[in-house]
Nanobody, 114 residues
Framework: QVQLVESGGGLVQAGGSLRLSCAAS??????MGWYRQAPGQQRELVAR???????NYADSVKGRFTISRDNAKITVYLQMNSLKPEDTAVYYC??????????WGQGTQVTVSS
């Protein structure tokens, strides 16, 4: 049974930093990443990283966020710097198996105050 356990969300002032973590278990994954959903908005990709190290970032976070992955621990991290109020959202960890099945974490709230 796949489990994704997220941690690291919280409240931070604009310009601050947060690091999200997502520990996965129960399978092996071709890619892991982070999505976010703000109130009234659709869920959107923030960043993802494949098992081979390829990364993708949303344009809005390039240069500010960095995704990394510890393959031994099956954990993915999202380092978020220079946070802006528009980064406020619930952040969800995603893990995709090699068969293409997506699994989601429970979500962690990130709130950036101006």
């Amino acid at each position: 049974q796949v489990q994704l356990v997220e941690s690291g969300g919280g409240l931070v002032q604009a310009g601050g930093s947060l690091r999200l973590s997502c520990a996965a278990s129960g399978s092996i994954f071709s890619q892991m990443g982070w999505y976010r959903q703000a109130p009234g908005q659709q869920r959107e990709l923030v960043a993802r990283r494949t098992s081979t190290g390829r990364t993708n970032y949303a344009d809005s976070v390039k240069g500010r966020f960095t995704i990394s992955r510890d393959n031994a621990k099956i954990t993915v991290y999202l380092q978020m710097n220079s946070l802006k109020p528009e980064d406020t959202a619930v952040y969800y960890c995603n893990a995709r198996t090699y068969s293409g099945t997506d699994h989601w974490g429970q979500g962690t709230q990130v709130t950036v105050s101006s």
